[in-house]
């Protein structure tokens, strides 16, 4: 079945850096966009990055644009999230999600399958 585990959450200070990672199991993973989206304690959940099947096109909200980037390794069917330059406000949990197609969008309609989180605390 259809797994996916995110990994590298945590607590760091404002303008710190993070590596969050994705593994993926159970479908193959080069045939799928896949994306990032997170919940801030109380808020709704919300895009972050996504990236194509090939890691050709890779759009981000305008929130994180310039601070985090996203990367996928079909080699090891991993995507992971660089995030630099930390605020507060990206305090939330992570989620990695499956697209439904080779190319996916910002929204959640378009991911069949989410993990379950990590957990990403920054501190001013």
């Known amino acids: 079945q259809v797994q996916l585990v995110e990994s590298g959450g945590g607590s760091v200070q404002a303008g710190g850096s993070l590596r969050l990672s994705c593994a993926a199991s159970?479908?193959?993973?080069?045939?799928?966009?896949v994306g990032w989206f997170r919940r801030a304690p109380g808020k709704e959940r919300e895009f972050v990055a996504a990236s194509s099947w090939n890691g050709g096109s890779t759009p981000y909200a305008d929130s994180v644009k310039g601070r985090f980037t996203i990367s996928r390794d079909n080699g090891k069917n991993t995507v992971y999230l660089q995030m630099n330059s930390l605020k507060p406000e990206d305090t939330a949990v992570y989620f990695c999600?499956?697209?439904?197609?080779?190319?996916?969008?910002?929204?959640?309609?378009?991911?069949?399958?989410w993990g379950q989180g990590t957990q990403v605390t920054v501190s001013s």
């Open positions: 999600a499956k697209g439904k197609t080779r190319i996916t969008y910002w929204y959640s309609a378009s991911y069949d399958y």
């Open positions: 159970g479908y193959t993973f080069s045939n799928y966009g």
